[in-house]
């Protein structure tokens, strides 16, 4: 039963997320990516403390991959700052590896806004990496974060 619901509300998770704008920041060995986030369709994407958030990736291959890594950075005054993801091997994360040429690739995964997360305006760098530690995938977007009752003005 769980499983089930939790297939649902993933299912839920794609449906309402529209793709939004990005700057490449380097992509390598890919096409076509699109970069969908739940409750984004405009930019800067509005998160707030305690919300769950899934990000889409879609992209096509157009060499071959033995492995993949994503990686997430808050760019906060010009520093890039690590962010740790629950999962960070996309092999682990539902990505058939390895990828073969001209193969379509996506994958989804799920966050939670800490609440001991800052409220700020920052870029938030999202990549993908291939066994070489080379971005395939590299999305620069603007993510506000704020608590749920703090005034976005």
């Known amino acids: 039963m769980i499983l ?50 899934t990000l889409n990736l879609k992209f096509t291959t157009t060499r071959e991959f033995k492995s993949v890594t994503n990686l997430v950075y808050g760019i906060i005054a010009g520093v890039k700052v690590p ?27 799920s966050l939670v806004v800490l609440p001991e997360y800052p409220s700020i305006s920052l870029f938030v760098q999202f990549q993908v990496n291939d066994e070489n530690n080379e971005p395939i995938v590299c999305t620069l977007f603007l993510l506000l974060i704020f608590g749920i009752f703090e005034n976005k003005c």
């Open 4 to 53: 089930k619901l939790g297939g649902i509300l993933f299912l839920i998770s794609l449906a309402i997320a529209d793709p939004i704008p990005f700057k490449d920041c380097g992509s390598s060995g890919t096409t076509d990516a699109v970069l969908d986030l739940t409750n984004c369709s405009t930019l800067p994407c509005i998160f707030h403390k305690n919300e769950n958030v």
């Open 83 to 109: 962010f740790p993801l629950p999962q960070s091997d996309a092999c682990k994360n539902g990505v058939q590896c390895p990828l073969p040429s001209n193969t379509a690739v996506q994958e989804a995964l």
